[in-house]
Every structure is written in structure tokens, then in C-alpha cells.
């Protein structure tokens, strides 16, 4: 079989447009700024904004994932990545998760021997980012992985807590603890 390759979301190209207003953003920031901080301040500050915006973009760029005779590599975009080879691998599956206004994402995962979860850079579909051939590719994936191990080492991995709260709902739990403890918080001190 032939290796595959995957690239993250970074391989949709960022239209002419969507980097024009960066850069009217950026300007209006460096205006501002220098009005308000001086040329120093205005370094500082688009020299931050720039940083922040660009590390992200940077391992939004790089991130990629191949499968290949030694196994899964994965590369979140910072940093050399690591390579999971197939006897650590014991499960891949699809994780949906549901969004606001019924959109869904569905993003491949593995499971390793560890216990820990990796999903996978460039297998991933979604509203912003659709995959035309996601169920093709984790098609191919999965055959891969069922060509590469033994029967006996694929274990579907049981249900824990964080399968069932979704990134929203956990955000959801800790901004309504967050608001009580600040309502509380004064009158448990006074």
C-alpha cells in the first residue's frame, strides 16, 4: 500500500482578501498605537500581535499526519513530532461532536497502548473545514492499521468521563462554577 499523507486545516489557502484586512487590521493597530504609546509602544504592541497571531498560524500551516509501514505520524505544527508505530496503536475510531446550530464535527482518533488519544491532523470535517473524502480516508487509514497489527491487538478502548462531555458542555460546567464562586466568593468572606 502507498503511504498516505495529510495535511491540517492550513492547507486551504487564505484568500487575498482575508490577508488584506489583516494587514488594514495591523495598520490601524500601528496608528493607534502610535498616536496613543509612541513608536516604542507601537513596536511593542504590533510586535505582540504579530507573535500571537503567528505561532498559531505557524502550527496551523505545519500540522500534518502520515500513515505509513512504521506506523501514524503526527505533527501538531510545533515541535519534530512523534511517530506511533502500530503495535502501540489499539484502537481508531471517528469522534462527533456537536456543535451550535446542528453542525457537527467528526475528527479521526487513535488509541494507544497508553491509554492516551491522539486525533489526527488533516482527518478532520467540519462547516469551516469540510472533507469531501473524510469516510474515504479513515477508510484507508483503518485498513492500514488492520493490515499492520493482529486481531488480537486491536481493543476498543471503554467509555470514560471525557467521552461523554463534549469540549462545549465542560466550557459550559466551568463558566457557571466560575459565576457562582464569584457571586458566592464575597458573601462566604463577609
Known amino acids: 500500500m502507498d503511504e498516505l499523507s495529510f495535511r491540517g486545516p492550513g492547507q486551504v489557502r487564505v484568500s487575498r482578501t482575508h490577508f488584506a484586512w489583516a494587514a488594514v ?20 504592541l ?8 503567528g505561532l498559531p498560524i505557524l502550527s496551523w ?15 501538531w505544527g510545533l515541535g519534530r513530532g512523534r511517530t506511533y508505530p502500530w503495535r502501540e496503536i489499539r484502537w481508531i475510531d471517528v469522534r462527533e461532536t456537536k456543535g451550535n446550530a446542528g453542525s457537527t464535527a467528526l475528527a479521526v482518533r487513535i ?10 491532523p488533516g482527518l478532520q470535517h467540519n462547516a469551516v473545514y469540510p472533507s469531501p473524502s473524510f469516510h474515504a ?6 485498513r492500514w492499521w488492520e493490515r499492520s497489527t493482529e486481531v488480537e491487538a486491536r481493543v476498543r478502548p471503554t467509555k470514560q468521563a471525557r467521552d461523554w462531555f463534549s469540549p462545549a458542555v465542560v466550557g459550559v460546567l466551568l463558566t457557571i462554577s466560575l459565576i457562582a464562586f464569584l457571586i458566592a466568593g464575597p458573601a462566604l468572606r463577609g
Request: proline share 0%; charged share 15%; net charge positive.
Open 137 to 142: 480516508d479513515y477508510g484507508r487509514v483503518v
Open 46 to 53: 504590533v510586535g505582540a500581535t504579530v507573535v500571537f497571531l
Open 25 to 44: 487590521g495591523v495598520l490601524v493597530e500601528a496608528i493607534g498605537a502610535y498616536v496613543q504609546l509612541g513608536a516604542v509602544g507601537m513596536c511593542w
Open 111 to 120: 488509541f494507544t497502548t497508553s491509554g492516551r488519544r491522539r486525533s489526527l
Open 61 to 75: 500551516l505545519r500540522s500534518r499526519c502520515t500513515v505509513g509501514v512504521d506506523g501514524i505520524f503526527i505533527c
